[in-house]
């Protein structure tokens, strides 16, 4: 079996990257587990010399598959059409794949040549293998806070299922790549040593993923704080590229006034609007803001995304969550953490998405606060910001007991981004343990509970209201009480397996 993959190792590592690929893409968590079997099995095969042009290979292919996107992105939705940047940019994430990958290659070949093991690796070999390409993913998407369209993690398809799932609430999305590399390396030791015992622990590892995910979901039970309250999720399904005449503001309104008058709406505590509801900007006061409010009961909050301005000469936007309730403010979230080269500069550059003229977006200065409403303390998250686990923990940890989580695809409405978006606004849920609305411009609008159990969900771009009750808790996980908890375990793991596997020598 090892003779076979040395002999094609060079299509085994560039198979694996194409599943892994396919896998993170689909968030398809059945591939995710046997995606990295091949280049496992192969990376023993190859000379030390020459796994950092393997990791390359893996890297790039990796990342030319799930970075191509950003070409369309890039031409078809920013205001500069910005066909050079977006040439720069895929080629600069391709590189960074690359390299990363590459350090991961060399990790595990010199974790595999620190001791020859007659089964293809040893039990200490596959803890360092899995702990090592674990450390290494939190290190290098940390790096990657600022630049959501690259939060590639390898245990992300594990999202979808809603047992494996509940592990995040123990160690975030990383026990989740910690359990994806996990069964893969097991895979292959049992593939390659034909070892009865190494099959049994290989799917005994399994159901524990998901039968011990099982047990979690039937044994949480949230801290409720408050009775239920009523929610909805509007959507006008807006086209950014769309030039904003009387005719097509005239039928925004319209589309908007359709969904606010259904009978469940109007009964609603909150109407959820999403991020950018409206496509100007907002300068303190708004005609059809006011008819919003003038049609709704005057019981019914509004939870709105507004791009703000002090006046019309500033060349950047705050891109704003308003809390309205009979037409007064009552409270207002600006966004922390923009995106790199779209909302922000890279090296001087920007291409900002279209419909927003050529502002860039202004980074919040002041600590935002939570916003205090009758039924418990709410934590916003907006667009990207709902991809960063740190962002929601520190709201939970600050006392948040239930999410907004506002957005707007319409950009990327076309490619894998939206369903990804959805899936980690339903990582953060479970992460935090908090029960989220999400209100999202031609992706998906949902209620998710802390348990990362979906209430309701629309189709994706379509315009659309869902409705539902979100309750508040007091619940604390694990994750949210002692965040680096899991990678200090990972370091641990790392260290001791080392020392016995040097030990062993």
């Not at 992105?73 to 066909?83: D, G, K, S």
């Not at 069964?183 to 097991?186: D, I, M």
């Not at 904003?244 to 469940?264: R, S, T």
């Given at each position: 079996m090892e003779t076979f993959f040395s002999k094609y190792k060079f299509l085994f590592v560039a198979l694996s990257a194409i599943l892994s690929a396919y896998a993170f893409k689909e968030v398809n968590y059945v591939l995710s587990i046997v995606s990295l079997v091949p280049v496992i099995i192969a990376i023993k095969q190859i000379p030390l010399k020459k796994v950092f042009l393997y990791g390359f290979l893996f890297g790039s292919i990796y990342a030319i598959i799930l970075c191509f996107w950003?070409?369309?992105?890039?031409?078809?939705?920013?205001?500069?059409?910005?066909?050079?940047?977006?040439?720069?940019?895929?080629?600069?994430?391709?590189?960074?794949?690359?390299?990363?990958?590459?350090?991961?290659?060399?990790?595990?070949?010199?974790?595999?040549?620190?001791?020859?093991?007659?089964?293809?690796?040893?039990?200490?070999?596959?803890i360092a293998i899995t702990a090592f390409w674990s450390l290494l993913e939190i290190a290098f998407m940390s790096f990657l806070n600022e630049y959501p369209f690259h939060n590639y993690r390898v245990g992300f398809a594990f999202t979808k299922n809603i047992f494996s799932i509940q592990w995040?609430?123990?160690g975030g999305i990383e026990i989740l790549t910690f359990f994806t590399v996990l069964?893969?390396?097991?895979l292959a030791k049992a593939i390659v040593s034909k070892q009865k015992l190494d099959i049994k622990i290989t799917v005994l590892a399994i159901v524990i993923i998901f039968l011990g995910g099982a047990i979690l979901k039937a044994t949480f039970t949230p801290q409720n704080i408050n009775t239920p309250f009523k929610v909805s999720s509007i959507s006008a399904n807006m086209n950014v590229k769309d030039s904003?005449?009387?005719?097509?503001?005239?039928?925004?309104?319209?589309?908007?006034?359709?969904?606010?008058?259904?009978?469940?709406v109007k009964t609603s505590d909150?109407?959820?609007?999403?991020?950018?509801?409206?496509?100007?900007?907002?300068?303190?006061?708004?005609?059809?803001?006011?008819?919003f409010q003038k049609r709704i009961n005057p019981n019914t909050a509004i939870i709105i995304g507004l791009n703000t301005t002090e006046n019309e000469k500033d060349k950047s936007v705050k891109n704003t969550v308003?809390?309205?309730?009979?037409?007064?403010?009552?409270?207002?979230?600006?966004?922390?953490?923009?995106?790199?080269?779209?909302?922000?500069?890279?090296l001087g550059r920007a291409a900002p998405f279209a419909g927003n003229a050529q502002y860039l977006v202004e980074k919040n200065r002041f600590k935002n606060k939570l916003f205090t409403t009758p039924f418990?303390?709410?934590?916003?998250?907006?667009?990207?910001?709902?991809?960063?686990?740190?962002?929601?923990?520190?709201?939970?940890q600050e006392g948040a007991n239930f999410f907004f989580n506002l957005s707007n695809d319409a950009w990327f409405k076309e490619q894998y981004i939206t369903p990804h978006h959805f899936y980690n606004a339903r990582l953060m849920s479970v992460i935090t343990r908090k029960d989220m609305v999400i209100s999202n411009n031609c992706g998906y609008n949902a209620i998710i509970k802390g348990s990362g159990e979906i209430i309701n969900k629309s189709k994706k771009n379509t315009k659309s209201n869902i409705t539902g009750n979100l309750v508040a808790n007091t619940s604390a996980s694990l994750k949210t009480q002692y965040p680096l908890l899991f990678a200090i375990l990972l370091n641990v793991f790392l260290i001791v397996s080392l020392f016995f596997l040097k030990k062993q020598n």
């Open positions: 950003m070409f369309s992105a890039f031409v078809n939705y920013t205001n500069n059409n910005a066909v050079d940047m977006a040439i720069g940019f895929i080629a600069i994430s391709i590189l960074m794949f690359a390299f990363f990958y590459s350090m991961v290659f060399v990790g595990i070949a010199f974790i595999l040549n620190i001791h020859t093991n007659k089964n293809f690796l040893g039990w200490f070999q596959l995040a609430s123990f069964v893969n390396v097991l904003w005449n009387q005719n097509k503001v005239n039928q925004l309104a319209e589309n908007y006034f359709q969904l606010i008058k259904k009978q469940e909150f109407i959820i609007f999403p991020e950018s509801a409206l496509p100007w900007t907002f300068y303190g006061k708004d005609d059809l803001l006011d008819e308003f809390y309205f309730k009979n037409k007064q403010e009552l409270g207002r979230y600006q966004k922390e953490i923009l995106i790199k080269g779209i909302e922000a500069p890279i418990g303390k709410a934590g916003i998250l907006i667009c990207n910001e709902a991809v960063i686990s740190k962002h929601a923990i520190q709201q939970a």
